[in-house]
T-cell receptor, first 113, second 114 residues
Framework: GDSVTQMEGPVTLSEEACLTINCTYTATGYPSLFWYVQYPGEGLQLLLKATKADDKGSNKGFEATYRKETTSFHLEKGSVQVSDSAVYFCALKTQGGSEKLVFGKGTKLTVNP | DAGITQSPRHKVTETGTPVTLRCHQTENHRYMYWYRQDPGHGLRLIHYSYGVKDTDKGEVSDGYSVSRSKTEDFLLTLESATSSQTSVYFC?????????????FGPGTRLTVL
């Protein structure tokens, strides 16, 4: 079945450090890929998405590129801020009629001043 | 803001009691979902609906039932709550009009079963 694997956390960084959170997937067909972010005490918010190979999603300084050859969708940011502290979830949705998302287990990021 | 509300936001109940959680949307989206979030598991789909009175099971549906009698409301019922159902429950919606469609999430309901 479809699955998403993302790097184990927690991740702790200093402000202005570079961030990479790895995400790889297994899916039939050509899935759409998503990164969601969950701030403390809140629901999930869509951070960015990509719908086909080589697409780059970007938002709030975060980027992720859909790499079909490596089945990956790594989340990157060049300079993190304290306000980026949150849990990040990678997810996929396969084409072909199913409207269900499959999530990774989440990676908690803490950014210290 | 995707126009999703969940009620109650917090609930404490005892083992064996029935519990109903409500998800309400204001945007007439076709698809609605119920997930649970647990440490070490991410989000797991419980049930989803693709229209009024049209529902299907997700990966962790045992012990849960759902109903959708109106487009805007999707109810999740625990017929007899157990401690293993202590979790945070999230509702989500999507238009379902393309494979690239995005799901939007509600604020969550924290349920504790004693």
């Amino acid at each position: 079945g479809d699955s998403v694997t993302q790097m184990e956390g927690p991740v702790t960084l200093s402000e202005e450090a570079c961030l990479t959170i790895n995400c790889t997937y297994t899916a039939t067909g050509y899935p759409s890929l998503f990164w969601y972010v969950q701030y403390p005490g809140e629901g999930l918010q869509l951070l960015l998405k990509a719908t086909k190979a080589d697409d780059k999603g970007s938002n709030k300084g975060f980027e992720a590129t859909y790499r079909k050859e490596t089945t990956s969708f790594h989340l990157e940011k060049g300079s993190v801020q304290v306000s980026d502290s949150a849990v990040y979830f990678c997810a996929l949705k396969t084409q072909g009629g199913s409207e269900k998302l499959v999530f990774g287990k989440g990676t908690k990021l803490t950014v210290n001043p | 803001d995707a126009g999703i509300t969940q009620s109650p936001r917090h609930k404490v109940t005892e083992t064996g009691t029935p519990v109903t959680l409500r998800c309400h949307q204001t945007e007439n989206h076709r698809y609605m979902y119920w997930y649970r979030q647990d440490p070490g598991h991410g989000l797991r789909l419980i049930h989803y609906s693709y229209g009024v009175k049209d529902t299907d099971k997700g990966e962790v549906s045992d012990g849960y039932s759902v109903s959708r009698s109106k487009t805007e409301d999707f109810l999740l019922t625990l017929e007899s709550a157990t401690s293993s159902q202590t979790s945070v429950y999230f509702c989500a919606i999507s238009r379902g009009d393309s494979s690239t469609d995005t799901q939007y999430f509600g604020p969550g309901t924290r349920l504790t079963v004693l």
